[in-house]
C-alpha cells in the first residue's frame, strides 16, 4: 500500500481497516515525517513512526529503510499506550539495521531549511533528509550500535568530522559528543527492547502463510527519484521499496494498492499544476480539514489531477486504488479533472521530469456534473449519488487503474468494498 499522489492520501485510515485482515503490517520507508490520523468510534490516534496497524494489535514492524528517530518512538508509544493501545515485544519489532535519526539530523534540517531561502523545501523539520544522507554515506549510527556504544569511537569521528565542517559553515557550535553518548545511553534500553533482525522474523511470518501488509508513507509525488524534484522527501516511496526496506523479496508484494484523493492536496513548497488558491481551493481545505498532523501546516489544495495519479500507479505498479474523501466533494455544482497539461503551446499526457517544467505546465480540465447529497458515512455502492458513482468511473478510467475501495468519512469503518487486496 503506498500514497499515489503527495502524501495525506488518507493511508492511515486505510490500513488501519485492512490490518483486521492482515497478519503483520510493515514499515519500510520514511521515518515521523509522517503523520497519519485514525478514527475509530470516538478515539482519534495520531501515528507518524509506528505502523497503523498497532492500533488493532497486530503484528507491527518497523524495517530497515525507515530512519528511527529513537525518542519521537519513545513518545509515540507512550501516547498511544495512555490512549490504550497495547504495545509489546510480541505486537512491535523493530529492524536492528535502521538508521538513526539524532538530534543534530534535525538541527541540520533546520539550518539548512533557513538558509536556502527561495531554495526552501518546507520540509517537516524531522531530520529525515539528513539522516538518510549519513545513511548513505556511510556515517549513520544504526539501532544495533546501541549495543556496543562503547566501540563507537571510529564511527563517531566519521560521523562528527562531517558535522563538524557542516556546522561550521553555519556558525555553529562542533557536536557535543559526550552528551549525544550519553543521551544514546540513556534510551539504547528502550529501543533495543524490540530491535531485532526483522527480515528473520518476516521471513518466519512469511513462511507460514501469513499476510503481510507493507505500510508506505509519504506518496509516489514525494519519491527521491520520481517525484517533483528537489520538493521531494528524502527516500523512495514507490511499491518497489517494500522489498528492500524490509528484507523480503519483492515476490512477497502481491496486490498494490495505491491510495488516492479524490481531490489533490500538497504540504510545503514544489510544483502543484492543479493548486486553487481562490475560494474553490479554501472550500475544499476546510471541508476536508487539511491541516497537517505533523507540522500543523496548512494544505495546498486542488482538483484532481488524473495526469499525476496515472503516471504514480504506472510507476508503483498499482494493482488497484482505495479512493478517498469522496464526502469532501459533496455539495459542489460541478468537479473538475486535470486530464493533461499545456507546456509551451504542446499537449503533455504526463508530468515531465524537469523542475522549471513542472512549475510551468498548466492543467487542461474536463468538468464534469457533482452531486448534492451526501456521500458522507456511505458504507456501500448503493448508497452512493449517481453523479458520484460517474466521477469514481470517469476516474479510473482515466487513470488506468481499477478503484477496489472507496472512503467517505475518517471514520474505520464508513468504506466501500469493492475488490478485496487481500483476495484478487
Ligand atoms: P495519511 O498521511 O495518508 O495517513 O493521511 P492523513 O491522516 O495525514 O490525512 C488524511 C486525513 O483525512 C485524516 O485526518 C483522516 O482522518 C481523514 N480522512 C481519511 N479518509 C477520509 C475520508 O474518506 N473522508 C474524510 N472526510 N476524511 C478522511
Ligand atoms: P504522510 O505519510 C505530506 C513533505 C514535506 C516536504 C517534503 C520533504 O503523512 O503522507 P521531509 O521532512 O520528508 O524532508 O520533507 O515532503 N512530506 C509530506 N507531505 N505527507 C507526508 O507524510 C509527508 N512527509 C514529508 O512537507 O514538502
Ligand atoms: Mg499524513
Not at 525507515?66 to 501516547?79: S, T
Not at 475560494?279 to 505533523?294: D, P, S, W, Y
Request: glycine share 12%.
Amino acid at each position: 500500500m503506498i500514497g499515489a499522489q503527495w502524501g495525506d492520501e488518507g493511508k492511515g485510515k486505510i490500513v488501519d481497516w485492512l490490518a483486521s485482515r492482515a497478519d503483520a503490517v510493515v514499515r519500510f520507508q520514511g521515518g515521523h515525517n509522517a503523520g497519519h490520523t485514525l478514527v475509530v468510534g470516538n478515539q482519534t490516534y495520531k501515528l507518524s513512526l509506528l505502523p497503523s496497524g498497532i492500533v488493532t494489535g497486530t503484528l507491527s514492524i518497523i524495517g530497515n529503510g525507515v530512519v528511527l528517530d529513537p525518542w519521537a518512538l519513545q513518545d509515540e508509544i507512550a501516547k498511544l499506550e495512555s490512549q490504550g493501545v497495547s504495545i509489546t515485544t510480541e505486537n512491535f519489532a523493530l529492524a536492528d539495521n535502521c538508521s538513526l535519526i539524532l538530534p543534530l539530523h534535525r538541527e541540520l534540517d533546520g539550518l539548512r531549511e533557513a538558509a536556502a531561502g527561495a531554495g526552501k523545501i518546507g520540509t517537516t523539520g524531522r531530520g529525515i533528509g539528513p539522516a538518510y544522507e549519513d545513511k548513505v554515506g556511510r556515517r549513520a549510527i544504526r539501532v544495533c550500535d546501541l549495543a556496543h556504544l562503547d566501540s563507537l569511537g571510529p564511527q563517531l569521528d566519521r560521523l562528527c568530522a562531517h558535522h563538524d565542517a557542516l556546522r561550521a559553515g553555519f556558525g555553529e557550535q562542533p557536536v557535543d559528543r559526550g552528551a549525544l553518548v550519553a543521551s544514546l545511553r540513556e534510551i539504547a534500553p528502550f529501543v533495543l527492547r524490540y530491535a531485532q533482525p526483522v527480515w528473520k522474523r518476516l521471513k518466519k511470518v512469511r513462511k507460514a502463510g501469513a499476510r503481510i501488509l507493507f505500510e508506505g508513507a509519504q506518496g509516489v509525488l514525494l519519491d527521491v527519484d520520481h517525484g517533483t524534484y528537489p520538493f521531494v522527501t528524502s527516500s523512495n516511496t514507490v511499491s518497489g521499496t517494500a522489498a528492500s526496506g524490509s528484507g523480503l523479496g519483492p515476490a512477497a508484494t502481491g496486490f498494490v494498492l495505491g491510495i488516492v484523493k479524490a481531490y489533490t492536496t500538497r504540504v510545503g513548497a514544489g510544483p502543484f499544476p492543479t493548486e486553487l488558491e481562490d475560494a474553490v481551493g479554501q472550500k475544499l481545505g476546510e471541508r476536508g480539514h487539511e491541516f497537517g498532523t505533523v507540522t500543523g501546516r496548512k494544505r495546498r489544495c486542488g482538483w484532481f489531477d488524473a495526469v499525476l495519479v496515472r503516471q504514480s500507479c504506472a510507476i508503483s505498479g498499482v494493482t488497484g486504488i482505495a479512493l478517498t474523501k469522496l464526502d469532501v466533494l459533496d455539495g459542489f455544482d460541478s468537479v473538475k479533472i486535470c486530464t493533461g497539461y499545456r507546456l509551451r503551446g504542446r499537449i503533455l499526457d504526463y508530468l515531465p521530469s524537469h523542475a522549471g517544467d513542472q512549475a510551468q505546465v498548466e492543467p487542461i480540465y474536463e468538468e464534469v456534473e457533482g452531486w448534492h447529497e451526501t456521500t458522507a458515512g456511505a458504507r456501500s455502492w448503493a448508497d452512493l449519488p449517481a453523479q458520484a458513482i460517474k466521477y469514481i468511473q470517469r476516474v479510473q478510467e482515466l487513470i488506468e487503474t481499477p478503484v477496489a475501495l472507496v472512503s467517505t468519512s475518517p471514520e474505520r469503518e464508513d468504506t466501500i468494498l469493492v475488490r478485496d487486496p487481500f483476495v484478487d
